[in-house]
């Protein structure tokens, strides 16, 4: 290996590690504050880029009857809850929020031509994935909030598996390839750097730092924070669980919509894609301890470097290679962690 096959080898792991850096701290996100390891966001990485091969192939995706049809049940389960209360403001709000939003994300899948620009697809497919990133959480996981972590973890597995099968259904057994952006290759430190990998970079950049500004400067992230460290102590200052719950919901939609955006020229993608996918950005999220953004951030772009020198050395092996990565972690915090035994100082 010489060295300019070292820097392309490192360019395809930062341009991985990029998108595996949105997996991770979005399920670091998730976990902190409805301690819920959210096993399908690798599933909503595959369908948004089967949703956008659908709108590059002028078809209306399948991704529409899933919303509609997760909308239509979220819908219900409110409507009782609200009539159970006799809470009409709660009705009101449930409509507008399981029934008028999604209604205007699905009108606007007829204003989405095969001609129409790139940017407005990737748009509407975005939006469809983060919209069923909501309604994942209002029909499963919000009513067993106070459940344990084990029957949330369980109930995240039985997701991705119905997920899987509702995908295999919907969109079929053939992989896909979406358009990337598009350019001439920039220079960079003597490297060339394709407008693929440039855009991928930067389209992280822009959504981590999104996210930085959001929980470090407005309200609503600064209770996400709250609930995320102290769960209890935000009920008992009036913080909702619920909306935060609701809230890191659509945001891990969102990081699992520009993900699936980013990834889709790189990767032929099917149906069952997104468990590896969502695998790897778990590994990154081990490093971080499950709760620590920055060190997920790291341990994504660890993750992606590995892959592409893996990849080079080893390609059979590539995906076991970066499995392994969590054995060591592990056995560090079990390590660094252990407890006195009683009686002993």
Not at 139 to 164: D, K, Y
Request: overall charge positive; proline content about 4%.
């Amino acid at each position: 290996m010489n060295t300019d096959v070292a820097l392309i080898l490192l360019q395809d792991g930062l341009v991985n590690g990029a998108i595996y850096t949105l997996l991770a701290t979005a399920l670091v996100l998730v976990f902190s504050v409805t301690r819920v390891i959210f096993v399908p966001q690798g599933d909503l990485v595959a369908f948004t880029a089967l949703t956008l091969s659908a709108f590059e192939a002028g078809q209306r995706p399948g991704t529409v009857w899933i919303v509609a049809f997760a909308a239509a049940g979220a819908l219900s389960l409110e409507m009782i809850e609200a009539a159970r209360q006799r809470d009409r403001a709660r009705a009101v709000r449930s409509v507008l929020r399981f029934g008028v939003i999604p209604a205007v994300v699905i009108l606007a899948l007829f204003l989405v031509p095969k001609s129409a620009p790139l940017f407005w697809k990737m748009a509407v497919s975005a939006a469809l994935i983060t919209c069923l990133g909501a309604l994942i959480y209002r029909i499963v996981f919000q009513p067993m909030a106070a459940a344990s972590p084990l029957v949330l973890l369980i109930a995240a597995i039985a997701t991705h598996l119905g997920l899987n099968s509702i995908g295999l259904h919907v969109f079929g057994p053939e992989g896909v390839r979406t358009e990337g952006f598009s350019g001439s290759p920039l220079a960079l430190f003597g490297m060339i750097v394709t407008s693929q990998a440039a855009g991928v970079l930067a389209s992280s950049v822009v959504v981590v730092a999104a996210l930085y500004i959001f929980f470090r400067f407005s309200l609503r992230g600064r209770a996400l924070l709250a609930a995320a460290h102290n769960r209890r102590g935000a009920e008992i200052v009036g913080i909702s669980t619920v909306a935060a719950g609701r809230t890191v919901f659509v945001l891990a939609g969102l990081a699992a919509a520009v993900s699936g955006l980013l990834v889709g020229p790189t990767t032929t993608l099917y149906y069952d894609s997104g468990f590896i996918l969502g695998l790897k950005g778990f590994v990154g999220a081990i490093v971080g301890g499950m709760a620590v953004f920055p060190l997920a951030a790291a341990g994504a772009l660890l993750v992606g470097t590995v892959e592409a020198f893996a990849s080079f050395w080893a390609s059979a092996y590539r995906d076991v290679i970066v499995f392994l990565l969590i054995i060591p972690v592990l056995f560090w915090r079990s390590v660094s962690t252990l407890a006195p035994e009683d009686g002993l100082e």
